[in-house]
C-alpha cells in the first residue's frame, strides 16, 4: 500500500516499517521481500564501491539510475543521459554477491 501510494501517499519509510512488522509476525511474503530488498540494497551499495574504486573520477550522483534484475542476476547501472548513445557504468552481482559483469562506457 505505502510502496505503491495506493490510497495513501507513497513513502518507503512507512512500507519499510510494515513490511517489517508483517516478517516478524510470520508472514513469508513480507519475509521474502524484506530479504530480497536488503539483498539489492547491499549489492548496490557493493556496486557503487565497486565503481569508486575503478573509475574514482566518476560523479554517480551526477548520473541516471537505471538498475534492473533478471532471476538472481542484478545490474545496477548509472547513464550519463547528457550524450546519448550507450555513455555508462555498470556493474552486474548474482545473488550470491559474485562480480558478473564491470562496463564503464563512459567518455573521460
Do not use: C
Not at 512507512?14 to 549489492?43: I, P, V
Amino acid at each position: 500500500m505505502y510502496d505503491k501510494g495506493r490510497g495513501v501517499p507513497k513513502d518507503d519509510a512507512e512500507a519499510a516499517k510494515w513490511s517489517r512488522k508483517a516478517a516478524e509476525q510470520g508472514n513469508a511474503t513480507a519475509q521474502t521481500n524484506l530479504g530480497d530488498k536488503r539483498s539489492k540494497e547491499g549489492l548496490q551499495a557493493r556496486a557503487e564501491a565497486l565503481i569508486r574504486q575503478l573509475a574514482p573520477k566518476v560523479n554517480l550522483a551526477a548520473l541516471t539510475p537505471a538498475h534492473g534484475s533478471r532471476s538472481d542476476t542484478f545490474f545496477f547501472r548509472w547513464e550519463d543521459r547528457a550524450h546519448p548513445g550507450g555513455h555508462f557504468i555498470q556493474a552486474g552481482y548474482n545473488i550470491r554477491g559474485e562480480l558478473l559483469n564491470y562496463f564503464n562506457a563512459l567518455i573521460p
